[in-house]
């Protein structure tokens, strides 16, 4: 796979990059940010920020944001949980991967919404385990355990149930992130080698406008002490918690994005991260945050564009869906997200959710695979050698229609054209009635149906998985959560 030295869409030129900054490092000045976690306020302080701790804002100079942006890493890669490079997110190389914050599951059979339970992350991360072009590993909050307890168990199913690297939050409580990261530890092989060879990621995000809370603060703090790699970033939603204009909301975005950049490199310089998160706009009209809108693309698209000026690897929400269901909307929706995130040379960016980031569907994650195939082969672009404009290829054919069977097609067309898996129907009208007439979520449902059938073998040792168990039922533990509780679903293959 070839991928372009540069991005083949720019919605903003270098001279308005440059004004966005200017901009950001004024306003990092004034207003500043307030900051609510005291080790946050006493670490900017000794990194020569102002701090007022009565109104506790923090004003940042902008001789500390250029030293962070020197010090964070240019590039870093993403393993599997054997160790194996997975992710390099480096230059314009894309990798896909489904939204994590989803609470529900779209239920193909009934075509219907309801809550997501352990049942449903393990189904989800099998059949993503088999898409050749979603690299990554994320999904549903479980319902069917505490609310207090979900962080620490969907990670858990999560390195129990798949290879993949994994994308993770914490929602719930402050303390859970030291938990999350013994879990992610045992796995890798303790706090260097995860240092060394990353399985996952965390997302922290400030609260827009310029603010920092207690619990998500703690989070970076802790994720940047052991070099795990965060997407430090904000979501400023344009008209509501951002100016309405976009290019306000990217300026705002990338002075909330300094922020935590420069938190980060305070707590431990060389920490890595991403810049972006989930930009996204308010639609006035109806009241809600539409991550299929094409201006929340456009958002998207120019924080990748400042984020590789500022060579730190971008992470970004697109190739989601505010359909209710998986129709044309779903589709086209998904398809322009992703389209513009890999011509944008975004590196990390969530697919395949529904319903305004509230929900993930197998089948939809089927098709979101399909068009992120089709992206990658857009972006590798039309090759060429000399050969290419040699005559020969024509005097060999010549009046005749024969390229079908010349030795220059047998020889160039795997590498010339994708291979569309089932989702996609290429056969006349006379086959397609023949197979039952089936549209592509019906054939995307049959495709999970298929992958649901396979045995699909563990991806941990028997000892990892027992450490994974222990941490477990210790926290569940210290929550006064009996074991019974936990759903007899995270225990069986």
Same mark, same amino acid.
């Given at each position: 796979?070839?991928?372009?030295r540069? @991005?083949?869409?720019r919605?903003?030129?270098?001279?308005a990059?440059? $004004? !966005?900054?200017?901009?950001?490092?004024?306003?990092l000045?004034?207003?500043?940010?307030k900051v609510?976690?005291?080790?946050?306020? $006493?670490?900017?302080?000794?990194? /020569?920020?102002?701090?007022n701790?009565e *109104?506790? =804002? &923090? $004003?940042?100079?902008?001789?500390l944001?250029?030293w962070?942006i020197r010090? #964070?890493?240019? #590039?870093?890669?993403l393993?599997?949980?054997?160790?194996e490079?997975?992710a390099p997110?480096e230059?314009?190389?894309?990798?896909?991967y489904p939204?994590?914050?989803?609470?529900?599951v779209y239920?193909? $059979?009934?075509?219907?919404?309801?809550?997501?339970m *352990?049942?449903?992350l393990?189904?989800?991360?099998?059949?993503?385990?088999?898409?050749?072009?979603i690299?990554?590993q994320?999904?549903f909050?479980c319902n069917?355990?505490?609310?207090n307890?979900?962080?620490?168990y969907?990670?858990a199913?999560?390195?129990?149930?798949?290879n993949?690297?994994i994308?993770t939050?914490v929602f719930?409580?402050?303390d859970?992130?030291? &938990?999350?990261k013994?879990?992610?530890?045992?796995?890798?092989?303790?706090?260097?080698a995860?240092?060394?060879?990353p399985?996952?990621f965390v997302?922290?995000?400030?609260?827009? @406008?310029f603010?920092?809370?207690?619990?998500?603060?703690?989070?970076? =703090?802790?994720?940047?002490?052991?070099?795990i790699?965060?997407?430090?970033?904000?979501? @400023? =939603?344009?008209g509501?918690?951002?100016?309405?204009?976009?290019? %306000?909301a990217?300026?705002?975005?990338a002075?909330e994005?300094?922020?935590?950049?420069v938190?980060?490199?305070?707590?431990?310089?060389?920490?890595? %991260?991403l810049?972006g998160?989930? @930009?996204?706009?308010f639609?006035i009209r109806k009241?809600t945050?539409?991550?299929?809108a094409i201006?929340?693309?456009?958002?998207n698209?120019a924080?990748?564009?400042v /984020?590789?000026f500022l060579?730190?690897p #971008?992470?970004l929400?697109?190739?989601?869906?505010?359909?209710?269901?998986?129709?044309?909307?779903a589709?086209f929706?998904?398809?322009m %997200?992703?389209?513009? %995130?890999?011509?944008?040379?975004?590196?990390l960016?969530?697919v395949?959710m529904?319903?305004f980031?509230?929900?993930?569907?197998?089948?939809?994650?089927?098709?979101?695979?399909?068009?992120?195939?089709?992206?990658e082969?857009?972006v590798s672009g !039309?090759?060429?050698?000399p050969?290419?404009?040699?005559?020969?290829?024509?005097e060999?054919?010549?009046?005749?229609?024969?390229?079908?069977?010349?030795?220059?097609t047998i020889?160039?067309f795997?590498q010339e054209?994708?291979?569309v898996?089932?989702?996609?129907?290429?056969?006349?009208?006379?086959?397609w009635?023949?197979?039952?007439?089936?549209?592509?979520?019906?054939?995307?449902?049959?495709i999970v149906?298929?992958?649901?059938?396979?045995? *699909?073998p563990?991806t941990?040792?028997?000892?990892?998985?027992?450490?994974?168990?222990? !941490?477990v039922l210790?926290?569940a533990k210290?929550?006064?959560?009996p074991?019974e509780?936990?759903?007899?679903?995270?225990?069986?293959?």
């Amino acid at each position: 796979m070839q991928y372009p030295r540069e @991005p083949l869409f720019r919605i903003i030129d270098a001279a308005a990059i440059e $004004k !966005i900054l200017e901009t950001a490092y004024a306003l990092l000045q004034k207003p500043g940010f307030k900051v609510y976690n005291d080790r946050a306020i $006493k670490i900017f302080e000794e990194g /020569g920020c102002e701090v007022n701790h009565e *109104t506790r =804002i &923090v $004003k940042i100079p902008r001789s500390l944001v250029e030293w962070a942006i020197r010090e #964070t890493p240019r #590039t870093f890669t993403l393993h599997n949980l054997q160790g194996e490079a997975q992710a390099p997110l480096e230059s314009n190389r894309f990798h896909p991967y489904p939204g994590t914050t989803a609470i529900g599951v779209y239920d193909f $059979k009934k075509r219907l919404f309801r809550e997501a339970m *352990t049942s449903d992350l393990k189904q989800f991360l099998k059949v993503v385990s088999h898409l050749p072009f979603i690299k990554l590993q994320s999904a549903f909050i479980c319902n069917d355990v505490p609310e207090n307890f979900t962080d620490i168990y969907r990670l858990a199913v999560h390195l129990k149930y798949t290879n993949k690297p994994i994308k993770t939050s914490v929602f719930t409580t402050k303390d859970s992130i030291s &938990v999350m990261k013994e879990l992610l530890f045992a796995v890798s092989g303790g706090e260097d080698a995860h240092a060394e060879k990353p399985i996952g990621f965390v997302s922290v995000n400030c609260d827009p @406008p310029f603010m920092w809370n207690d619990f998500i603060t703690e989070v970076l =703090i802790e994720c940047a002490a052991s070099k795990i790699p965060l997407s430090r970033g904000s979501m @400023p =939603i344009s008209g509501a918690a951002a100016p309405v204009t976009l290019i %306000g909301a990217v300026i705002q975005h990338a002075a909330e994005s300094m922020s935590s950049i420069v938190l980060s490199q305070l707590v431990r310089p060389g920490a890595p %991260g991403l810049y972006g998160s989930s @930009p996204i706009i308010f639609d006035i009209r109806k009241g809600t945050t539409p991550m299929g809108a094409i201006e929340t693309h456009m958002f998207n698209s120019a924080v990748a564009q400042v /984020g590789k000026f500022l060579q730190i690897p #971008t992470h970004l929400y697109l190739g989601l869906t505010d359909a209710k269901c998986i129709d044309a909307q779903a589709g086209f929706e998904a398809a322009m %997200g992703i389209l513009i %995130g890999a011509l944008s040379g975004a590196n990390l960016f969530a697919v395949g959710m529904m319903n305004f980031e509230t929900a993930l569907s197998p089948e939809n994650i089927v098709i979101a695979n399909e068009i992120c195939g089709m992206a990658e082969r857009l972006v590798s672009g !039309i090759g060429y050698a000399p050969s290419d404009f040699s005559t020969a290829v024509w005097e060999e054919v010549g009046h005749t229609q024969g390229f079908i069977q010349s030795l220059h097609t047998i020889k160039n067309f795997k590498q010339e054209q994708f291979k569309v898996s089932d989702v996609v129907d290429r056969s006349n009208l006379d086959d397609w009635i023949a197979r039952g007439s089936k549209d592509c979520a019906e054939r995307a449902h049959g495709i999970v149906q298929d992958i649901l059938s396979r045995e *699909t073998p563990k991806t941990v040792t028997p000892q990892v998985e027992e450490e994974i168990d222990r !941490i477990v039922l210790d926290y569940a533990k210290h929550l006064g959560i009996p074991k019974e509780r936990i759903p007899r679903d995270f225990f069986e293959n």
